[in-house]
């Protein structure tokens, strides 16, 4: 997993002008940018990826569909659309996109990391069949469609959630109704 620079950011999520390697902001605990991107098939399930066992955070926890930093001087949806076609090989248009919020996180997954990331939230339809996504072997392990009924279920059971990234149970909440309101 190679590093990256990317762009530095105030409390309250605006460009401080300052750049760093990501393995440094995360350090420092300095906020910075991602993107998260939700595929939702019309049938009520919701994609998510197991994350590689060599990741240095969250490895082999189920997670977002598609996820990744903003690189410096990068535009949210342009990394969106980058981010997706490197994670599971899926070529999609801005228009396949639909921007929904943005939710800062903060988190610390080891006692030297230190995570405050604004997520760009966005949904998009998957009208492919997962067997044709080609994963990203460095960052994906695996992908599976979760019925949207199970995944609430597995966010509201501490004896199951553990599979799972620890994102807040207030972010999880609002992607899903989001997701349910579009079906």
Do not use: C
Not at 64 to 74: C, L, N, P, Q, R
């Amino acid at each position: 997993m190679a590093d990256e620079f990317i762009d530095v950011l105030d409390k309250t999520g605006k460009p401080t002008g300052d750049i760093k390697l990501k393995t440094e902001a995360h350090r420092l605990g300095l906020y910075h940018a991602s993107i998260h991107v939700w595929f939702y098939t019309v049938d009520g399930k919701v994609l998510f990826q197991k994350r590689a066992s060599n990741k240095d955070t969250f490895p082999n926890l189920w997670d977002v569909s598609v996820a990744g930093h903003i690189g410096t001087g990068e535009l949210p949806l342009n990394s969106a659309i980058r981010e997706i076609e490197e994670e599971i090989g899926l070529k999609i248009t801005k228009n396949d996109l639909e921007f929904v919020t943005i939710y800062l996180s903060k988190k610390t997954p080891k006692p030297d990391i230190f995570d405050n990331e604004f997520h760009h939230i966005y949904l998009s339809k998957l009208s492919t069949p997962i067997h044709t996504l080609v994963l990203q072997e460095e960052e994906v392990a695996a992908v599976s469609l979760f019925e949207i009924k199970t995944f609430k279920d597995i966010v509201n059971n501490k004896e199951r959630n553990n599979e799972f990234v620890p994102h807040d149970k207030a972010y999880y909440t609002l992607v899903l109704k989001e997701i349910t309101n579009r079906l």
